[in-house]
């Protein structure tokens, strides 16, 4: 089964391979996150830009989710908050001789939003085209398990909201790939146990059924 690497696929193989990861891979969970900002954040290396994240998603759950505030009007309200705060800020710094508030000609980066959108972009490439080709037959395993995850999800979706789906996404994003590198080395060798499981499995429902399905002769197709 690909998406793990180990020394020997025999049943007799009992622990994993020195160095076998998750999926495969050979580089770090941060550079496999893109290895930018985007990485420093889900890694919780940037640790005030990954709190303000959490929090505001949580908040901004809160207000729609269980408040059940308008998106037009709670737009609408912190716009005017905004407005009236930085107006008697600038009020009360003109009569008390303060420091008046300080509003930045870029306020959104171009640049952050460039990198954000190529790596979802790189990522999401990467995973229909592995998923169209499971569906061709070259990874029969992955192909049955995105069947299986695909079912769950949509169980899952008749339970919760979109917007529930969404902040449980975020939330994975932000901590599953954090407690992954901290705990990596007990990740890769249960994950290696699971795998080996799920290709015994799969070795005997080959043989006992799908070895068994005729299947016509393949033409060479002649240029």
Not at 63 to 71: D, G, I, K, T
Request: net charge positive; aromatic share 12%; with cysteine.
């Amino acid at each position: 089964m690909r998406g793990f690497v180990y020394s020997s696929d025999s049943d007799d193989n009992i622990g994993t391979s020195r160095g076998a990861k998750l999926f495969g891979r050979e580089r770090s969970i941060h550079h496999v996150l893109g290895g930018g900002k985007v990485a420093d954040v889900l890694l919780w290396r940037n640790r005030n830009v990954s709190a303000a994240l959490l929090i505001g998603m949580t908040v901004i759950w809160f207000l729609f989710e269980v408040v059940e505030y308008n998106f037009v009007t709670l737009v609408c309200h912190l716009s005017i908050t905004t407005l009236l705060v930085i107006f008697i800020w600038r009020t009360a710094a003109e009569l008390f001789r303060l420091t008046p508030p300080t509003i930045p000609g870029i306020i959104l980066h171009e640049s952050t939003f460039k990198e954000l959108a190529s790596t979802v972009h790189k990522r999401c490439n990467q995973f229909l085209s592995k998923l169209l080709d499971s569906a061709c037959g070259r990874d029969l395993p992955f192909f049955f398990l995105a069947i299986i995850s695909l079912y769950i999800l949509s169980v899952i979706g008749t339970y919760f909201s979109f917007l529930n789906l969404v902040y449980l996404g975020l939330l994975g994003l932000e901590t599953l790939p954090f407690l992954y590198e901290r705990f990596e080395e007990d990740v890769d060798r249960l994950a290696g146990k699971v795998s080996r499981e799920i290709k015994r499995s799969y070795r005997k429902f080959d043989s006992q059924f799908l070895n068994k399905i005729p299947r016509g002769p393949v033409k060479e197709k002649t240029r």
